[in-house]
């Protein structure tokens, strides 16, 4: 070894002793030891802190929050069922036939003529507006003895217009069916079946009550009157009330074939009115 690279104080000898007490652990076993014990205390220790984090619930990502966030949930739509009738009494083998949207120029003396050959008394949401252009049809209905009732003037989706426009539309359908038949309608039903609590309590402030239906035959969309015939035998039972419109072909067809099969089966046909005297079930 070339001392003069070393200091002075730094022979051989004293170079090795330095080295000793620098790295005490590495180079004895008693170090080696101590570095395990000390090790080890600081995993328990550890392990110690983590469990302490983790019963107070608080900086581990595994550890569930103890409160659930809220779920998101729908808005409940409004309980309509207070003003809604859609089912006569479940007890009695009645059907209501309705007919809306008439009366119809064409189609309406028609439809008066199957229904008085087959005896049967309906129901017809009358369009106020179309009324007023054929007063001598809508007395046609009323002396058969069919329950002419309101469907509004204009035929509008009521709960897009204003509150105060819906009373218009009730009041003037009604004033145009009083003034043709002298008697002031009891039952209203929505254009498209548009409803909310406001038009419902509107109309009940007008003295109706508003009539849904527990079947829809879509006699609108094109099907044909076998079709239409299946899916009503298939639907109907105690108490129903069926929507059809006035003015659609296919009914004049399948009507013969319908109430002769239902009438079969015990069934009678009755209008909306009979269906209130007795008893008429609310909601959907
Ligand atoms: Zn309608």
Same mark, same amino acid.
């Given at each position: 070894?070339?001392?003069?690279?070393?200091?002075?104080?730094?022979?051989?000898?004293?170079?090795?002793?330095?080295?000793?007490?620098?790295?005490?652990?590495?180079?004895?076993?008693? $170090?080696?030891?101590?570095?395990?014990?000390?090790?080890?205390?600081?995993?328990?220790?550890?392990?110690?802190? &983590?469990?302490?984090?983790?019963?107070?619930?608080?900086?581990?990502?595994?550890?569930?929050?103890?409160?659930?966030?809220? +779920?998101?949930?729908?808005?409940?739509?409004?309980?309509?069922?207070?003003?809604?009738?859609?089912?006569?009494?479940?007890?009695?083998?009645?059907?209501?036939?309705?007919?809306?949207? $008439?009366?119809?120029?064409?189609?309406?003396?028609?439809?008066?003529?199957?229904?008085?050959?087959?005896?049967? +008394?309906?129901?017809?949401?009358?369009?106020?507006m179309k009324a007023a252009?054929?007063?001598?049809?809508?007395?046609?209905?009323?002396?058969? &003895?069919?329950?002419?009732?309101?469907?509004?003037?204009?035929?509008?989706?009521?709960? +897009?217009?204003?509150?105060?426009?819906?009373?218009?539309?009730?009041?003037?359908? &009604?004033?145009?069916?009083?003034?043709?038949?002298?008697?002031?309608?009891?039952?209203?039903?929505?254009?498209?079946?548009?409803?909310?609590?406001?038009?419902?309590?509107?109309?009940?402030?007008?003295?109706?009550?508003?009539?849904?239906?527990?079947y829809n035959t879509g006699?609108?969309? &094109?099907?044909?009157?076998?079709?239409?015939?299946?899916?009503?035998?298939?639907?109907?039972?105690?108490?129903?009330?069926?929507?059809?419109?006035?003015?659609?072909?296919?009914?004049?067809?399948?009507?013969?074939?319908?109430?002769?099969?239902?009438?079969?089966?015990?069934?009678?046909?009755?209008?909306?009115?009979?269906?209130?005297?007795?008893?008429?079930?609310?909601?959907?």
């Amino acid at each position: 070894m070339n001392r003069a690279a070393f200091p002075p104080f730094l022979t051989g000898r004293t170079s090795v002793i330095l080295l000793t007490m620098t790295e005490p652990a590495r180079t004895t076993g008693y $170090g080696t030891t101590a570095w395990v014990l000390t090790i080890c205390v600081g995993v328990v220790l550890a392990m110690l802190l &983590g469990g302490a984090i983790a019963a107070a619930g608080a900086g581990s990502p595994l550890v569930k929050p103890s409160i659930p966030a809220p +779920k998101k949930v729908a808005p409940k739509p409004p309980d309509l069922s207070r003003w809604e009738i859609s089912h006569g009494n479940p007890a009695l083998k009645q059907i209501a036939l309705t007919f809306d949207d $008439g009366p119809h120029p064409e189609f309406t003396p028609q439809l008066l003529a199957v229904l008085a050959r087959l005896h049967v +008394k309906a129901t017809f949401f009358i369009v106020g507006m179309k009324a007023a252009a054929a007063p001598d049809l809508v007395r046609a209905m009323f002396d058969a &003895g069919h329950c002419l009732a309101n469907h509004t003037y204009h035929h509008p989706r009521l709960t +897009k217009i204003t509150i105060a426009k819906v009373a218009q539309e009730l009041q003037l359908c &009604g004033d145009t069916l009083k003034a043709i038949t002298g008697e002031t309608p009891r039952y209203f039903r929505p254009p498209g079946g548009q409803i909310d609590p406001e038009v419902l309590k509107m109309a009940e402030a007008h003295g109706y009550k508003t009539i849904m239906w527990s079947y829809n035959t879509g006699d609108y969309k &094109g099907f044909t009157a076998d079709h239409l015939y299946a899916g009503l035998v298939k639907s109907t039972h105690n108490g129903s009330i069926i929507l059809m419109h006035d003015g659609m072909p296919e009914s004049l067809v399948l009507l013969p074939r319908f109430v002769a099969t239902m009438r079969e089966k015990g069934y009678s046909f009755v209008t909306i009115d009979q269906m209130a005297q007795d008893g008429m079930t609310t909601g959907r």
